[in-house]
T-cell receptor
Framework: DAKTTQPPSMDCAEGRAANLPCNHS???????VYWYRQIHSQGPQYIIH???NNETNEMASLIITEDRKSSTLILPHATLRDTAVYYC???????????FGDGTTLTVKP | SAVISQKPSRDICQRGTSLTIQCQVD?????MFWYRQQPGQSLTLIAT?????????ESGFVIDKFPISRPNLTFSTLTVSNMSPEDSSIYLC????????????FGPGTRLTVL
């Protein structure tokens, strides 16, 4: 699986959009970009995934650049409960398993 | 998604003993995995649990230390054997669901402290 690079930490004001970047410059054509988050002391929670088109669901939006070498997870109106570690991972659909990097610790402040 | 339960949710164990962690899923599962998360660290894959056969272990993990069983599609156990304080971690069960291709879902984790 391709390696991803994320900033170790970010802050965001409550009610504002949180934009979390991820670099995956070695991604290959059959690899998806997945985002998970882990709130303290809980198991990781699936957020969203995409291949090359932008995606949106009830939790977030995922913007993938045209060359697929980077992506941004957008939480449109961050709340205090969005404070968590956010993991961007790249998955080869044939590999089965997921490899996690260090993630970004997002702190939403009042 | 699915309801994934783990037992126990937490435990405090003595050095040299073993602990078996159970993972139960309420939906049809294609793949099951066990991860370890050491304090302040990211998740590390221990192994893929295979139904009716030996688990597939990642580099650095061996069957003697982390025996895994998966007797049916929706249940698996991970045993942490001959524990030392370095085994203090959160152990997480993860699954892929039938009909949902590559998304992995995670259980709540088992917080293990070894004294």
């Amino acid at each position: 699986d391709a390696k991803t690079t994320q900033p170790p930490s970010m802050d965001c004001a409550e009610g504002r959009a949180a934009n979390l970047p991820c670099n995956h410059s070695t991604i290959s054509g059959n690899e998806y970009v997945y985002w998970y988050r882990q709130i303290h002391s809980q198991g990781p929670q699936y957020i969203i995934h995409g291949l090359k088109n932008n995606e949106t669901n009830e939790m977030a939006s995922l913007i993938i650049t045209e060359d697929r070498k980077s992506s941004t997870l957008i939480l449109p109106h961050a709340t205090l409960r969005d404070t968590a570690v956010y993991y961007c991972i790249v998955i080869n659909t044939n590999a089965g398993k997921s490899t996690f990097g260090d993630g970004t610790t997002l702190t939403v402040k009042p | 998604s699915a309801v994934i339960s783990q037992k126990p949710s937490r435990d405090i164990c003595q050095r040299g003993t073993s602990l078996t962690i159970q993972c139960q899923v309420d939906s049809q599962v294609t793949m099951m995995f066990w991860y370890r998360q050491q304090p302040g660290q990211s998740l590390t894959l221990i192994a893929t649990a295979n139904q009716g056969s030996e688990a597939t272990y990642e580099s650095g993990f061996v069957i003697d230390k982390f025996p895994i069983s998966r007797p049916n599609l929706t249940f698996s156990t991970l045993t942490v054997s001959n524990m030392s304080p370095e085994d203090s971690s959160i152990y997480l069960c993860s699954v892929k669901l039938a009909g949902i291709t590559d998304t992995q879902y995670f259980g709540p984790g088992t917080r293990l402290t070894v004294l």
